[in-house]
């Protein structure tokens, strides 16, 4: 939340320049309060889990937030019970109409897919391409970094060599962007994807303000100008196991996966791997719902 100050005090300017949210008293004399909305697109296969873990980083705030979930078409799930799906997912011409404060659009288990073989491809398209006149502010993780990057900048799909998988340190590049406020120079993220995010190609082929990266992961966290766009392509919602329960799965399905890197003690898949991002996670997303709330019209298109 932001810090309500004298209209006059000094430390105003000051803060005001380092980017920190500040409210001055006549500002929040003349503020309207309302709960945020946000849009939830889930590609994720295992849906629930998916919620969990996203839901609890957006907890973190005390903002007030709103959530509606959308599925991208009618696929019937092997990993999700229907009657969930039924009960609590809304269809795209159920939300076309509306305005949203926030938009998170989840990876998928696509990376090793072209685009155009994606079954989905041209309803994601016209999502993506909605949700930037529709939502305030849209973050896409991991493989929905991909495709907007795809979608917005006519950037193909770039694969790497081998699987990255693992936890990994990135740099802040740009230490007073609001999204990275009070991050330290140095952070921890898992990553778990065959896509390449090179920060030359980001930097030299968009618009956008690389704002974390890493010698091994390339781009971590990236932004438009406008900041309608939030690029993470790792997994900063991922739980202490999910990378384990991933290794596990290929590990059983005969695909011989390499051990995620930093991520088990003593490289040892016997032992508990312990979670080490959970701190910037959690301020990586307070970050973004507090910018968003600062941001937003009190009064959405739709009221």
């Not at 889990?49 to 696929?75: A, F, G, M, W």
């Not at 991991?142 to 990135?170: E, T």
């Not at 968009?206 to 890493?214: N, Y």
Request: net charge negative.
């Amino acid at each position: 939340m932001p810090i309500k100050i004298p209209n006059d005090l000094p430390a105003n300017a000051v803060l005001t320049s380092e980017r920190v949210f500040v409210m001055t008293e006549e500002r929040a004399e003349h503020q309207d309060i309302r709960p945020l909305e946000f849009l939830f697109l889930n590609l994720m296969p295992k849906k629930i889990s998916t919620e969990i873990q996203y839901l609890r980083k957006l907890s973190n705030s005390p903002i007030q937030i709103n959530i509606e979930l959308l599925r991208v078409d009618q696929h019937i799930s092997r990993n999700t019970p229907q009657k969930h799906l039924d009960t609590f997912y809304k269809n795209f011409e159920e939300v076309k109409d509306k305005y949203y404060d926030g938009m998170i659009i989840t990876g998928a288990p696509l990376d090793q897919i072209d685009f155009d073989d994606v079954n989905y491809w041209d309803k994601l398209e016209t999502m993506i391409r909605w949700s930037a006149q529709h939502v305030t502010s849209t973050l896409f993780s991991c493989w929905a970094v991909a495709a907007a990057l795809k979608v917005f900048y006519d950037i193909p799909l770039m694969q790497r060599s081998n699987k990255l998988s693992g936890v990994f340190y990135h740099n802040t590049v740009h230490s007073t962007d609001p999204l990275i406020r009070g991050f330290d120079d140095t952070f921890l993220a898992p990553h778990s994807r065959f896509i390449d995010f090179p920060t030359h190609v980001i930097e030299d082929n968009t618009d956008l303000h690389v704002l974390a990266d890493g010698p091994q992961t390339g781009v971590f966290l990236a932004a438009s100008p406008d900041k309608r766009q939030i690029y993470v392509t790792g997994h900063p919602e991922y739980d202490a196991t999910t990378l384990a329960e991933e290794f596990r799965r290929d590990l059983n399905a005969g695909k011989n996966p390499h051990i995620p890197e930093n991520y088990f003690p003593h490289n040892d898949p016997e032992l508990p791997p312990p979670c080490v991002w959970r701190a910037h996670a959690s301020l990586l997303f307070a970050n973004w719902v507090n910018y968003i709330y600062q941001e937003t019209p009190y009064k959405l298109p739709h009221d």
